[in-house]
């Protein structure tokens, strides 16, 4: 037997404001909520399904510097440029973490700054 990812918890500032950040992103749903602690996940499916479901953890605690983990996410219905340019338009910003621009991917900072890489393959939903 073997596990299997069901949650991601980021702990962040402002949970509201990542969250809708986050559902912008990935298409998800708030699903539900804890205190200050926002989940969001696959509108439908929530927890337990195919896809990990996200959990905005508020917490004042300062970053120690690059997070050791970061998320990945390809376009499902665009091309990577057309992706790109709505993941701006939603808050994402440039990351500088000395790629070499040949890369195939862009690498983005969410609105608390936390680091994430838009792929270049396209995926089904």
């Known amino acids: 037997m073997a596990c299997r990812i069901t949650e991601l918890v980021l702990d962040c500032a402002d949970p509201v404001r990542m969250a809708a950040f986050w559902c912008e992103v990935l298409g998800y749903a708030e699903i539900g909520k804890e205190g200050e602690d926002i989940e969001i996940g696959p509108p439908g499916t929530g927890f337990g399904g195919p896809q990990p479901t996200l959990i905005l953890s508020r917490s004042d605690d300062p970053k120690p510097g690059k997070l050791p983990l970061h998320l990945d996410v390809n376009p499902t219905d665009r091309d990577q440029d057309a992706e790109l340019e709505r993941l701006l338009a939603a808050g994402a910003r440039p ?29 089904a939903p």
Request: glycine share 6%; charged share 25%.
């Open 95 to 123: 990351a500088d973490v000395g790629q070499t621009r040949d890369e195939s991917w862009h690498v983005l900072s969410d609105p608390e700054g936390n680091v994430f890489c838009l792929l270049r393959n396209q995926v």
